[in-house]
């Protein structure tokens, strides 16, 4: 497990603050937080450290204003839906440095909660500006890192401040670190991973550090086209990166050389037009796809193999749908290996879990998400994590 303190290594912290780093850029429209998931992920960090009698001062990026100052950026918009989520008042201060925010921090008692404004309102938040981190450091007598979306970026809130401050994860930090542990770091064996999507391009260093890592590889989605191309298979008009073949096999004989089974689909969902229910659907062999049609999902055949592969499996990891699953039924093969995935954790026998945006809307789409072991709503810095990179705001955890 990653060396890394958490709030139980906090003594007294009574009357102290606290520079706490969260997720709030949370979408919007007319004014309104549309999805309040990110809110509600702080609260176990924020509640407790509040009612353990810190001054907990929220630093947080919104958009991207590119240090330039923006009202329609600023925090200030989300204050007060964080207040209805947190249930108890939360202030807002309209910097996240300097004298202005010193003098409001000042009169804020022990238990008070606020939100500073956008870090990305400075320049040197996203270029790591030592001196923006020391001016952030003035605010805070420690730093909690509850941010793991961020934690692939090494900004100034992020990184720097951990270098400034002690530095502890917070809960939701905390239980994303533990679970990846769980799932690569230290996983019980055999494990598979289901990596889907619809190009090779965007998850090379995924696959490739996958195959070393995992006893079953199981490929869908557009991605799942170009290694059955690679391997001589005519699929038709489907999406599929043809420049890729020979990366493809060079992939496939890693897996080999690793001792990984590669699972492609041997029975496809195949249509004329990429449309819902299309007059041309039909199910086939992968050998049998006509010059005319496309590849939009794995076939019930390939689908109920991949489940007895998973039943036979401790650990899953999955990031990606396995065919184009926003369109029905092309959300078929998604949806039933993730209810398997789902009904097997929840019997005990796998540890589970996933992450990124097309995967948690498959895995809600599915009605799964909650009985997965774990779901990551990082995107970034959970393929980031999948491809073996080092994410820079959990190393400077590390070593704080």
């Not at 964080?82 to 300097?98: K, S, T």
């Not at 550090?209 to 008009?237: E, P, Q, S, W, Y």
């Not at 449309?275 to 796809?289: M, W």
């Not at 959300?331 to 789902?342: F, P």
Request: hydrophobic share 45%; aromatic share 4%; glycine share 8%.
């Amino acid at each position: 497990m990653a060396n890394f303190k958490t709030l139980d290594d906090l003594g007294d912290v009574s009357g102290k603050r606290a520079l706490v780093r969260v997720d709030l850029n949370v979408p919007m429209a007319d004014g309104s937080v549309t999805d309040d998931t990110r809110l509600r992920a702080t609260l176990p960090t924020v509640t407790e450290l509040a009612d353990r009698g810190a001054i907990v001062l929220l630093l947080a990026h919104f958009g991207r204003p590119k240090g330039q100052q923006r009202p329609d950026m600023s925090l200030s918009l989300v204050t007060r839906a964080y207040g209805g989520v947190l249930g108890r008042p939360v202030r807002f201060v309209e910097d996240c440095q300097g004298e202005g925010a010193k003098a409001a921090v000042a009169t804020m008692s022990p238990g008070d909660v606020a939100i500073l404004d956008n870090t990305r309102f400075h320049p040197g938040e996203e270029k790591n500006d030592p001196a923006l981190a020391a001016a952030m450091a003035e605010l805070g007598d420690f730093y909690v890192n509850d941010a793991f979306s961020a934690a692939h970026r090494a900004h100034a809130s992020t990184e720097g401040l951990a270098h400034l401050l002690p530095a502890y994860a917070g809960r939701a930090m905390e239980k994303e670190l533990t679970a990846l542990e769980a799932a690569l770091g230290n996983p019980e064996r055999p494990v598979a991973a289901v990596v889907g999507g619809a190009k090779v391009s965007t998850k090379l260093d995924v696959l490739k550090n996958l195959v070393a890592k995992v006893d079953h590889l199981i490929i869908g989605g557009g991605m799942a086209n170009t290694f059955l191309a690679a391997r001589g298979v005519d699929v038709g008009k489907s999406l599929c990166e043809h420049d890729l073949k020979d990366t493809a096999l060079e992939i496939l004989d890693a897996a080999d050389r690793a001792n990984c089974t590669v699972h492609l689909p041997y029975d496809v969902v195949v249509a004329k037009e990429f449309a819902a229910n299309p007059p041309s659907l039909r199910t086939c062999n992968v050998h049998e796809v006509a010059s005319d049609e496309m590849i939009l999902d794995v076939g019930p055949a390939a689908i109920e193999a991949l489940a007895d592969v998973l039943k036979t499996c401790r650990t899953l990891v999955w990031n990606g749908p396995l065919g184009a699953f926003e369109t029905p039924p092309f959300d078929c093969a998604t949806v039933q290996l993730a209810r398997t995935a789902a009904a097997l954790t929840k019997e005990g026998s796998l540890v589970s879990v996933a992450g990124g945006g097309d995967t948690v809307a498959a895995l809600n789409h599915a009605g799964v998400a909650d009985d997965f072991t774990f779901v990551s709503t990082a995107g970034g810095a959970f393929l980031e994590w999948m491809e073996g990179k080092e994410l820079p705001g959990v190393k400077a955890l590390e070593q704080a």
